[in-house]
């Protein structure tokens, strides 16, 4: 018998693609998460999970946003969905 507990590991396509091109170090969140978030050093990238369902929360909070180590600020969405890209601006 093989079991998999594949709903517990999110699909590729259930991800947002973040790219930092900053040149500084970014915390990337959901908008309203206040608990979890994602440091993003200058040149990396990291996956972001979307919930199932493909959006958020489908409203104003299904918004990415992202914050440099001096204060500038970058969001992406609404609706920051499932299979999207994001890449942050150089300066």
């Keep these: 018998m093989i079991l998999a507990l594949t709903a517990c590991q999110p699909r ?10 900053t040149g500084e170090t970014v915390t990337v969140k959901w908008v309203g ?4 978030h994602r440091r993003l050093p ?3 990238s990291v996956q972001i999970p979307v ?3 493909g959006c958020l929360r ?13 204060g500038r600020r970058f969001t992406f969405g ?3 969905c499932e299979g999207g890209k994001w890449t942050l601006p150089a300066r």
Aim: aromatic share 2%; charged share 25%.
């Design 33 to 36: 998460d206040t608990t979890h």
């Design 51 to 53: 919930a199932s369902g």
């Design 12 to 21: 590729v396509s259930r991800w947002v693609d973040v790219e930092n091109r």
């Design 42 to 44: 200058s040149g990396e």
């Design 78 to 80: 609404p609706p920051a």
């Design 58 to 70: 489908n409203g104003a909070e299904d918004t990415i946003m992202a914050e440099t180590t001096s």
